[in-house]
C-alpha cells in the first residue's frame, strides 16, 4: 500500500519561513520523480517543483529563487524548504510520486501566509 505523508504546513506571516515534508512507503522511492503541487481556493492544482530520481530540479517561476526541493533517499522522505512566503503561497500542498506504472498522491498539507 502506497503512502505519501506529509506534514510541516501551518501558518506563517509574509516574509517568513517553512518547510515541508514527505514521507513515502510502499513505493521503490530512489527511482521516482517526487514533487510537489498546490491548490488554492477555487484555482486548479499547479505544479510547485520536482526532482527527478538523478537530482534534477525543476521550478515553477513564482517560486524560483525562493523553494528548494530535496530528498533524502535513505530517509524515503522530500522535502520542500520555502523562504520569503508570499499571501500567494496560500493554498494546500500536495506531494507526488511519480514514475511509469504509478503516479501517486498525498493528503495536502495546508499553508496559510498572513499579509
Known amino acids: 500500500q502506497v503512502q505519501l505523508v506529509e506534514s510541516g504546513g501551518g501558518l506563517v506571516q509574509a516574509g517568513g519561513s517553512l518547510r515541508l515534508s514527505c514521507a513515502a512507503s510502499g513505493i521503490m522511492f530512489r527511482i521516482y520523480t517526487m514533487g510537489w503541487y498546490r491548490q488554492a481556493p477555487g484555482k486548479q492544482r499547479e505544479l510547485v517543483a520536482t526532482?527527478?530520481?538523478?537530482?534534477?530540479?525543476n521550478y515553477a517561476d513564482s517560486v524560483k529563487g525562493r523553494f528548494t526541493i530535496s530528498r533524502d533517499n535513505a530517509k524515503i522522505t522530500v522535502y520542500l524548504q520555502m523562504n520569503s512566503l508570499k499571501p500567494e503561497d496560500t493554498a494546500v500542498y500536495y506531494c507526488?510520486?511519480?514514475?511509469?506504472?504509478?503516479?501517486?498522491w498525498g493528503q495536502g498539507t495546508q499553508v496559510t501566509v498572513s499579509s
Open positions: 526532482i527527478t530520481n538523478g537530482g534534477t530540479t
Open positions: 507526488n510520486a511519480l514514475y511509469s506504472w504509478g503516479n501517486y
